[in-house]
C-alpha cells in the first residue's frame, strides 16, 4: 500500500463565490410573469432527481421518529427512495450523536481473526427497505479494530465533553489490512442478499468512503484507489451486478475526482456511478450571541454557486468519453452545511425553519434538469442531506424534515409538490425565469428574484404545474404578490378538476403556526394539535371543475417566496397518448 502523506484541500468553492451570499436590499423584484405551458409537447421522462435523502445519524434510522418519517416519505411517494446513512461500519455503542453514529458491525477475537455483529445494521436497513426504499451504501469507516498505528498520532485535548481519538476522526484512517477490509465488504454483501434478496440488493448503490478530499479519509488519493479495488472485487465476487461507484468529494474534490477517474479508466476498473457533493452556503458559525440578536452579517445560501459546482463536475465527467453516459450522483446536494447547525449557532440557518427553504429547494431541482438539458453527464439524483435530531428544540433550525414533537417542518412539503408532478416532462417557459446559461459569466452573485415553473403529464392527461417566485436571499421581502398568468396550450378539449396547493408563510407552514401560539417550547397537547394539522400540504382555492374546449388561462398571484402547484385532473377527458 502506499503510504505517503495525505494532502486535503479542504472544503473549498468553485469560481467567484463567497463562503454564504450577501445581501442586496435594493434587488429589483418581478412585478408580473406569464408561464407558457404546452401540455402536447412532452420533452421526455421527468427525471426524479430529488428522490434520495441521508443524514449522518445511522442508529437514528431505526428510532421511532427516524422509522416513521421513512414511512412518512413512503405515503406521499410510494417508496424508491435512495437512502444514504453515514458511519455504518464505525465501531461503537450504537447511540447517535449529532454528526456521529455506529453500526459496530466489525470485530476481531484475540487472535486477530475478524467476526462480524450485524445487528444494528439489520435494524437499520430493515426499516430503510421495509418501507419500500432503496440503500445507497456509504462503505466507511475503518472499525476500530482495524487502525494502522498512526491513528494513534491523531490527538484530542481531553476535558468532560470531548470525544475520544476514534470518535474523534481516527475512524478516516485507511485500515491496516485491505484484505480484511475486502473480507468485510464480502460478509455485508452476502447478508444483505440473505437477508434482503438479490433483486432488491441489486437495486442499491455501492459507494467507497465519504468526502475522501478532507479529514473524512486521512490517507492518499492512491491509498483511495487502492482500497477501492480491493472493495469492488469483494463485492462483485458476492454480487457480480452489484453498482458500484464513488468517490463523493466535496466540491473542492475536482482534482480528487480527476485522479480518480484517471485510475479507474486506466485500470478498468468497474464504475457504475459518479458521485461528488456541492452545498450552498458555510455560515460563519456559532457565534453564541443573545438569541434575540440578528446576525452580525445577514447571509443567505447560492444556488448559483451550487449550479456552478455541478456544472464544472459534470463537465469533467463528460471529458472522459467510458464515462460520459453514467448516472452522476450529487449524493449531498444542500443549501447549507453543516446539517447539525441551526439559528442559535447562527441567525442565518433560520431559513430552515421558513417556507424561504422548500421554495429553494424545488427551484434548485428544476435547475438541475434544465443542467441536464445543456451537459452530456446526467444528474441522477440530488441527495438532501437531511433527516431529523433526537433531543431538539422546537424548530431548532437545523437541516431537518422533522422538528421537536415529530413535527414536520415546511422543508418536507417541497418533496410533497415534487412527489405529484407526473412522469413526462412538458414544455414550459416562464419570461421571469433565470436560465441556466448565466452560468457562462457569473461574477459571483447568488441567483436574483425569479419566477418560474416545471410542468408534467400524467398517461391520464393529467397536467401538474409547479411554479414559484424565490430571490437566493432569505430576508428579502416584498409587500406586493406577483402577479402570474399561466397559460395552457393543447389540452384535449374536456371536463378538468382544479387543484392549488400553496407553499407560503401562511399555507402548508408548520413554524408560522408554532410562531402565532408564542413559539412554545413545551406545548399543550391542544397546541400541538393546531400545529400538526398545518404541517402538510394546504389549498389555497377551492378545488373547481372546468370546462376546456382551447388554450386555457389560470391567473395567481405569488408572495416572496412561495411555491403553488396547479393539478389539473381529467374528469371527462379521451386522452390519447402522445
Not at 490517507?219 to 479495488?229: A, I, K, P, S
Not at 457565534?287 to 452579517?297: G, H, I
Not at 415546511?410 to 413526462?424: E, Q
Not at 406545548?523 to 378545488?543: M, S, V
Request: hydrophobic share 35%; with cysteine; net charge negative.
Amino acid at each position: 500500500m502506499t503510504t505517503e502523506s495525505a494532502v486535503h484541500t479542504g472544503r473549498t468553492a468553485l469560481g467567484p463565490f463567497p463562503a454564504g451570499a450577501p445581501r442586496v436590499p435594493d434587488a429589483p423584484h418581478v412585478t408580473a410573469a406569464t408561464i407558457d405551458v404546452d401540455a402536447a409537447d412532452v420533452q421526455g421522462p421527468l427525471t426524479r432527481v430529488w428522490e434520495s435523502f441521508g443524514y449522518d445519524e445511522f442508529n437514528w434510522t431505526y428510532m421511532p421518529t427516524g422509522k416513521r418519517l421513512l414511512k412518512t416519505f413512503t405515503e406521499f411517494s410510494g417508496g424508491g427512495y435512495f437512502v444514504r446513512p453515514h458511519y455504518m461500519y464505525c465501531s461503537g455503542s450504537g447511540f447517535a450523536l449529532p454528526h456521529w453514529g455506529s453500526g459496530n458491525v466489525y470485530h476481531e477475537d484475540a487472535n486477530g481473526n475478524p467476526y462480524y455483529d450485524f445487528t444494528l445494521l439489520d435494524q437499520a436497513y430493515d426499516a430503510i427497505v421495509d418501507n419500500r426504499h432503496h440503500l445507497l451504501v456509504e462503505l466507511g469507516f475503518t472499525p476500530r479494530d482495524l487502525l494502522p498505528p498512526e491513528a494513534a498520532e491523531l490527538t484530542v485535548v481531553s476535558s468532560p465533553t470531548a470525544y475520544t481519538n476514534y470518535e474523534a476522526g481516527a475512524w478516516g484512517y485507511p485500515p491496516n489490512d485491505y484484505g480484511k477490509w475486502a473480507g468485510l465488504i464480502s460478509a455485508t454483501v452476502a447478508h444483505c442478499v440473505e437477508r434482503y434478496g438479490e433483486a432488491e440488493v441489486k437495486t442499491w448503490l455501492w459507494e467507497l468512503w465519504n468526502e475522501p478530499d478532507i479529514d473524512y479519509w486521512r490517507g492518499t488519493l492512491d491509498q483511495y484507489n487502492e482500497l477501492y479495488t480491493a472493495t469492488v472485487e469483494a463485492i462483485r465476487a458476492v454480487l457480480p451486478e452489484a453498482k458500484v461507484g464513488g468517490p463523493a468529494v466535496t466540491s473542492g474534490g475536482l482534482d480528487f475526482l480527476k485522479g480518480f477517474l484517471d485510475y479507474t479508466s486506466a485500470h478498468n476498473e468497474p464504475l457504475d456511478f459518479i458521485s461528488y457533493h456541492t452545498k450552498g452556503c458555510h455560515f460563519p458559525t456559532r457565534d453564541y450571541k443573545p438569541f434575540a440578536e440578528p446576525a452580525d452579517e445577514q447571509l443567505s445560501p447560492s444556488s448559483t454557486k451550487m449550479l456552478y459546482d455541478l456544472r464544472e463536475f459534470n463537465r469533467l465527467i463528460g471529458s472522459y468519453d467510458a464515462y460520459a453516459g453514467l448516472p452522476v450522483i450529487v449524493d449531498e446536494c444542500d443549501a447549507a452545511v453543516p446539517a447539525h447547525f441551526g439559528r442559535y449557532d447562527n441567525r442565518n440557518y433560520s431559513f430552515q425553519n421558513t417556507e424561504y427553504y422548500p421554495v429553494f429547494q424545488a427551484k434548485l431541482m428544476k435547475k438541475i434538469l434544465d443542467l441536464n438539458a445543456t451537459e452530456t453527464a446526467q444528474i441522477a439524483y440530488a441527495t438532501s442531506w437531511s433527516f431529523y435530531f433526537e433531543a431538539e428544540r422546537y424548530f431548532e433550525g437545523t437541516r431537518s424534515f422533522l422538528t421537536a414533537g415529530g413535527i414536520e417542518k415546511p422543508l418536507l412539503n417541497a418533496y410533497r409538490m415534487l412527489s405529484l408532478l407526473g412522469p413526462d416532462r412538458v414544455r414550459t417557459t416562464s419570461d421571469a425565469a433565470w436560465n441556466i446559461a448565466e452560468l457562462d459569466h457569473t461574477d459571483g452573485s447568488s441567483m436574483p428574484e425569479e419566477v418560474d415553473a416545471l410542468a408534467s403529464r400524467a398517461d391520464d392527461g393529467t397536467v401538474t404545474i409547479l411554479i414559484w417566485r424565490h430571490t437566493d436571499d432569505q430576508y428579502q421581502t416584498s409587500d406586493a404578490e406577483t402577479p402570474v398568468t399561466v397559460v395552457l396550450r393543447n389540452l384535449p378539449p374536456g371536463e378538468y378538476r382544479l387543484r392549488h396547493l400553496r407553499i407560503d408563510t401562511d399555507h402548508s407552514n408548520s413554524f408560522t403556526a408554532w410562531q402565532g401560539l408564542g413559539s412554545p417550547q413545551d406545548p399543550t397537547t391542544a397546541e400541538l394539535t393546531t400545529i400538526h394539522e398545518r404541517q402538510g400540504l394546504e389549498e389555497i382555492d377551492a378545488e373547481r371543475n372546468l370546462t376546456v374546449s382551447g388554450d386555457l388561462t389560470l391567473d395567481t398571484t405569488l408572495p416572496l417566496p412561495s411555491a403553488s402547484l396547479l393539478i389539473l385532473d381529467t374528469v371527462g377527458v379521451s386522452v390519447t397518448a402522445g
